[in-house]
């Protein structure tokens, strides 16, 4: 979580909010729409709605104005999926609730094209609130950039969405239409258990099977490549040991029935190499499936967020395209971009709240309104 920024807020601050299955991330922007801070929290929801209770307890003490009745919030969610609910719909419901009793009435839902809903009409339109973070961040973006490939690479997951005549074209909706498409790949760079990336690797000059154990993740390998930044790598490793360097070779060894001793440090962080470009691998896969549906961004730039963006950015340099990084897109002081290209759902639902508070007149906007997305 990034240090409190101390400024004054001018006019009634929006906060966006995106409410995963293991992290809180929340924007607060001005009423204009300028980025003025963002922040993320570890929230295991799976473990229980207290976790999102403690965080929001966490929000209000970092930022006292958001329980105001002043505060204005817009949320979007991905964590209707945990297995605490019995299903998505249950799980939109509780997640609307426990925020709406603790946000008060100016909060508004996410949900995408019949636009944005109060916790009351979450019951009935959950199907487009669930797991609608992405498309937030998609529609944001094509105000800004009309022809482009959006990929956010996240802690555990990554999004694939197309961008063209500055409309979001991606060929699904629902988590399982994405899935089938290619749009979303359930691989992120920190939470991945290795068996999941693959079966097979290289090691000492031989192809040697993969321990279908839990015994590493993704943020074992970009520790060991030092892409991964320590202030988002807030969950514990697999088997709750440091997370340095060499809790990390050994955690890697395990999977291919080794101990960290039986290799140089060197040849540890060149097996974290391997684990790289199979990942990379798979997701530039899913990339080139997701364009041959779309010929016309065959060249397109690639827009990179979350805290994996690094791995976009190499994408772009195998293929040859052009990088934008959401943060810079987003604006706001320089040393809040890599925070807002990390929390870009959060970012992007608020500034899209701010704009249909504006032409409002600063009423929450809801669907009862016929407030619409943009």
Not at 81 to 104: H, N
Not at 319 to 327: K, L, P, Q, S, V
Not at 328 to 334: D, H, K, R
Request: proline fraction near 4%.
């Amino acid at each position: 979580m990034n240090a409190p920024r101390m400024n004054s807020v001018g006019g009634a601050p929006v906060f966006g909010w995106d409410v995963g299955g293991a992290h809180v991330k929340v924007s607060m922007s001005d009423a204009s729409g300028v980025v003025l801070e963002v922040a993320q929290w570890a929230c295991p929801l799976w473990q229980g709605l207290e976790h999102l209770e403690r965080t929001i307890d966490l929000v209000f003490e970092r930022w006292p104005v958001a329980k105001t009745y002043a505060a204005r919030h817009a949320v979007t969610m991905t964590g209707e999926m945990v297995d605490l609910f019995e299903d998505r719909a249950q799980g939109v419901r509780a997640i609307a609730a426990a925020l709406a009793q603790r946000l008060g009435p100016r909060v508004a839902f996410y949900a995408g094209e019949t636009g944005w809903l109060t916790a009351q009409t979450c019951a009935a339109g959950w199907r487009s609130v669930a797991s609608a973070n992405w498309l937030a961040t998609a529609r944001w973006i094509a105000t800004r950039v009309a022809n482009a490939l959006l990929i956010d690479i996240g802690s555990t997951t990554t999004d694939i969405i197309p961008l063209a005549n500055g409309r979001v074209v991606a060929r699904a909706s629902t988590d399982a239409g994405r899935l089938a498409t290619g749009e979303l790949v359930y691989q992120g760079v920190v939470r991945t258990p290795l068996c999941g990336i693959a079966q097979r690797i290289d090691f000492g000059g031989a192809a040697v099977n993969v321990m279908n154990e839990w015994f590493a993740t993704t943020a074992d390998v970009y520790r060991l490549t030092g892409e991964l930044a320590p202030q988002y790598d807030l969950y514990p490793s697999a088997d709750n040991g440091p997370k340095n360097e060499l809790a990390s070779r050994r955690r890697l060894a395990r999977m291919i029935g080794r101990d960290a001793h039986e290799a140089s440090p060197a040849e540890w962080r060149a097996f974290a190499q391997r684990w790289r470009e199979l990942q990379l691998r798979e997701i530039g896969a899913n990339l080139t499936r997701v364009t041959a549906a779309h010929p016309e961004l065959a060249t397109a730039p690639l827009v990179g967020a979350g805290c994996g963006r690094f791995l976009v950015a190499a994408l772009a340099r195998e293929e040859a395209r052009g990088y934008m990084d959401f943060g810079t897109l987003a604006g706001g002081a320089a040393d809040l971009s890599d925070w807002a290209a990390t929390c870009a759902p959060s970012v992007a639902v608020g500034l899209l709240a701010a704009t249909r508070y504006a032409q409002a007149g600063d009423s929450v906007p809801s669907v009862d309104a016929a407030t619409r997305a943009a």
